[in-house]
């Protein structure tokens, strides 16, 4: 097999990393979404730049971000020879080619594709290309600059350095969109202690609900009473138990209806 080009060091190691050309899933991932990841799926389907790059500092879910996008581009059909994915944080060995992004898009044309780039996306089935930790890479702009310049397809890179991300984006104007993912937000962190998906506009009981210790204490636990949680499922704050008004009727607060 040493002299087939479609297996050796670079196949092995691609193979590895993209298991689904084989019809094996990929690693399992965490179901929980960040903010960003309807808007990258709409520039991915829809944007009219052909790269996003996803620029933020380490463990802020660069990685995860991306597994979940090709977890649903499966899900959506899409077939697995379409979607190549290169961590270039752990492939030393890849890196140390001349043009490794380069390399790495041909042989894929070739032996995964099966047709040029262009000609799959002529036909309505382009490549996705997802490229993590690109700046690893020593001349990766220039590389990423001709790819996109010379094949139609969707590029999807994520790049923690902002320095070296920052020396290589200005060649990519109008090529790439930056979507800047900073540690999550208060409603992430929220939604991950609760299960829910807050939306980012609060009506209704969230914030009373996120001002409540018991929520931060004990969402996601079983709790006495009426706990957070059940406000943020609600739309209701947790006092919005009748108030006796010594005026009036009684009034609620916090009782407006929940979003659908
Ligand atoms: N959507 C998510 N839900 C739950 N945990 C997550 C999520 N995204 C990231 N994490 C956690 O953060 C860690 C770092 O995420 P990762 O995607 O590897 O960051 P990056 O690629 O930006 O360095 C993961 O190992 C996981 O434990
Ligand atoms: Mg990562």
């Not at 939604?191 to 506009?201: A, E, T, Y």
């Not at 996120?210 to 947790?238: E, I, V």
Request: hydrophobic share 40%; with cysteine.
């Amino acid at each position: 097999m040493g002299s087939d080009p479609s297996e050796g060091p670079l196949a092995t190691v691609l193979r590895g990393t993209n298991p689904w050309w084989a019809g094996s899933p990929g690693p399992a991932v965490p179901t929980f979404r960040r903010w960003c990841f309807r808007h990258l799926l709409g520039l991915l389907d829809g944007g009219l730049a052909p790269g996003i790059l996803r620029r933020g500092p380490r463990r802020v879910g660069k990685t995860i971000l991306v597994r979940q996008m090709i977890d649903t581009l499966l899900a959506r059909g899409v077939a697995p020879s379409r979607i190549l994915y290169v961590p270039f944080d752990d492939l030393e060995g890849l890196r140390r080619r001349a043009d490794p992004i380069l390399d790495v898009a041909r042989w894929v044309e070739t032996h995964v594709l099966g047709r040029p780039f262009n000609a799959a996306a002529q036909a309505g089935a382009p490549a996705y290309l997802f490229l993590d930790e690109v700046q690893n890479v020593a001349n990766w702009s220039p590389q990423v600059k001709h790819l996109l310049d010379n094949h139609t397809l969707r590029a999807v890179l994520t790049g923690s350095s902002a320095l070296r991300i920052e020396a290589g984006r200005d060649s990519l104007a109008g090529r790439v969109t930056t979507v800047e993912l900073g540690p999550l937000l208060l409603r992430e962190i929220a939604g991950l202690r609760s299960g829910f998906d807050l939306p980012p506009v609060w009506e209704g009981g969230v914030h009373a609900a996120l001002r409540d210790p018991d929520f931060w204490r004990r969402a996601g636990r079983p709790a006495t009473g009426r706990p957070a949680t059940a406000c943020l499922r609600s739309g209701r704050s947790p006092s919005s138990a009748p108030i006796r008004s010594p005026t009036g009727p009684s009034t609620r607060r916090g009782s407006r209806s929940p979003r659908s």
